[in-house]
Nanobody, 124 residues
Framework: QVQLVESGGGLVQAGGSLRLSCAASGRTFRSSAMGWFRQAPGKERECVAV????????YYADSVKGRFTISRDNAKNTVYLQMNSLKPEDTAVYYC?????????????????WGNGTLVTVSS
């Protein structure tokens, strides 16, 4: 079992930066792939970034490549999402998720555990 708690969301102006954190409890964190997903009002949940269990591989959605960076600290059971050059279209609830398999997966149905989400609002 993995419990996930996100933090770091808030209101930021376009062009600004935020860093999201996801603290995980449970012994399976270190062997799990971790992902960030987002869901804007009226839209489906989409994958933003995923990191494999060791941190050696990463996936980014095209819309965030070059602006967002996912990382993890297995000693702290924490995964991060550094978001730079934010745009109004990045506004959404951001969710942390875990996949027990440990490898890169990008669909919401592939994730085994979810946090409750943190709201990111980017003003123009």
């Amino acid at each position: 079992q993995v419990q996930l708690v996100e933090s770091g969301g808030g209101l930021v102006q376009a062009g600004g930066s935020l860093r999201l954190s996801c603290a995980a409890s449970g012994r399976t964190f270190r062997s799990s792939a971790m992902g960030w997903f987002r869901q804007a009002p009226g839209k489906e949940r989409e994958c933003v970034a995923v990191i494999n269990w060791s941190g050696s591989r990463r996936y980014y959605a095209d819309s965030v490549k070059g602006r967002f960076t996912i990382s993890r600290d297995n000693a702290k059971n924490t995964v991060y999402l550094q978001m730079n050059s934010l745009k109004p279209e990045d506004t959404a609830v951001y969710y942390c998720a875990a996949n027990r398999g440990g490898t890169i997966v990008t669909t919401p149905d592939s994730m085994d555990y979810w946090g409750n989400g943190t709201l990111v609002t980017v003003s123009s």
